[in-house]
């Protein structure tokens, strides 16, 4: 099997760096990176801007017919559009990770987004990460790999992350954070955050993202030549 066709499933908790090593593999292999991540928290979004609250299921539900989606990939990077607007960093703050948490729990969300994930993993070469690309989204997947990595080291990554941005958030709110999501995304009835029977797992703590994403194209050679 040609590399290039491989369908890799790249799941794990909040803060693992999945979607950070996923775009890396992604630029390394030369195929299409997905940040299913990047879906939940545009809904999400949504939601945020137009007065729903988090804790609010049937408006969220009923706030999704006037949700128009799309994914596109521009100059190598993939880009959500929300309703014909690029939503950019605006889903990437400590408030989205809360709203993507909640809305992720919800069948009809969830239901919402499968067919677009469904249809882009269709055609192979492609990288998806998230939290049921193995169990859920692509369970054929060639490859499926469960990252994850302590609270802590996950905190720290997410401040950088942050600080980077332009957008600082204190540690010990971002750990909070963290915890909180690894509880609800563990717990949740649809789709919880657990590995797939067949995915590898991979604690990642004392890697780098070059690192990382070595390790994981490893894995795809190994797993296209088996």
Known sequence: MDIKKIRIALDGPSGAGKSTIAKKIAEKLG????????????????????GISDTDTEGIIASLQKIDLRLAYEDGTQKVYLNGVDVGDRIRTPLGSKYAAAVSKIPEVRAFL???????AAGGGVIMDGRDIGTVIMPDAELKVFMTATAEAR?????????????PQPYD????????????DSEREASPCVPAEDAILFVNDEYGIEESADFI????AKAVSA
């Open 217 to 220: 194209i490893d894995l795809a």
């Open 155 to 167: 905190a720290k990554r997410r401040c950088l992350e942050l600080e980077e941005k332009g957008m």
């Open 31 to 50: 195929i299409v990176y997905v940040d299913t991540g990047a879906l939940y928290r545009t809904v999400g979004l949504y939601s945020i801007e137009n």
């Open 173 to 184: 709110e971002v750990l909070a954070d963290i915890i909180a999501r690894d509880k609800s």
């Open 114 to 120: 499968l067919d677009v994930q469904r249809n882009i």
